[in-house]
């Protein structure tokens, strides 16, 4: 059977672009990295969020919450869903929960607790961001409300409804799309230090990491299965409203200098921990820890994590813990 010349021409094109199609899908299967192996920018060249290294669509408004971390206050809701999640050394040795939503805003938030003196300066670094909180103490709430953020108290913003089903103080909820609505001009997520990228060399092996507050306890236990550090707090797996374990890709126990504030609860002065200035800390990421520095300047910038080789420190893309343990000089 004969060909002609303009067939056989199409028939050859036509192998040719499906071998370029087959080179490119492979060349981008060999570019594609891992989720928890991501750089800041997506492999494709997408947005991507600054707080969790993932793609996103769009840069979403900061709303932080406040939540309770007490045993009557477990499981908490919405909390797999932040960005970030801080830790932070309270009254009575304990500690309490600083949320972080952008990328992903859960319909529901709680519970809902009270703000602390140093919300304001952790508040600070990202601009101007929705704060949902449910008071403070009497000379402190002022002060708050006067800082630089988007007041959400929960005396003030609507959207917030007890649950029946628990005791209070312990059962305050938010509903979030109700907070947004009065949330305009809340500050976009955007850069406070965090890196995303592979993980270095230089880490040591590690399956767990412990801290302790004087009345509270953590442990971050690595599962390669789910490619993130588990948490358990107070000698229990913690776990979300919907029973999905709490942990995340990245955890750093942020070694500060907590003293004293100024603002009592229940007449005694409770822990104030300084996130300005500089020290020691430990980031957990791929079943490894790494001895890192941090350093913020002052409440207006981010923190920035450096190996001892001067290189910033990249996170796991995901989720990331921040636990803000006793460092030198604190006062128990």
Known sequence: MQISRNRLIAIVSSVAAALILIVGVIALRGNFTSASDSSSSSPLGGLTSP?????VASLGPELIFKIDNVAQARPPTGLNQADIVYLLPVDGGLSRIYAVFSSHIPSVVGPVRSARQEDIELNQQFGTPAFAFSGAQPNLLPVIER???????SGRATGYYRDNSRIAPYNLYANTSQLLAQASGASTAHDIGFT????????????????????AAFTFRWSAAQGRWLAWMD???AADSTGRALGGPTVVIQYVKVTRSVFKELGVEPPYANTVG?????VLRNGQ?????????????????TLANGQKMPFARGQVWVVFAYGTGSVR
Not at 51 to 55: K, M, N
Not at 147 to 153: E, K, M, P, V
Not at 196 to 215: L, R, T
Not at 289 to 302: E, F, I, L
């Open 196 to 215: 995303f990228g592979a993980a270095p060399a230089g880490g040591a092996p590690a399956s767990s990491y412990s801290v302790a507050y004087p009345a």
């Open 147 to 153: 800082s630089r953020i988007i007041d959400l108290y």
């Open 51 to 55: 707080f969790t290294g993932e793609p």
């Open 289 to 305: 820890q790494y001895q890192v520095h941090w350093s913020r300047p002052n409440a207006d910038s981010g923190t920035t994590f």
């Open 278 to 282: 500089s020290g020691s800390a430990v």
């Open 235 to 237: 000698g229990a797996a």
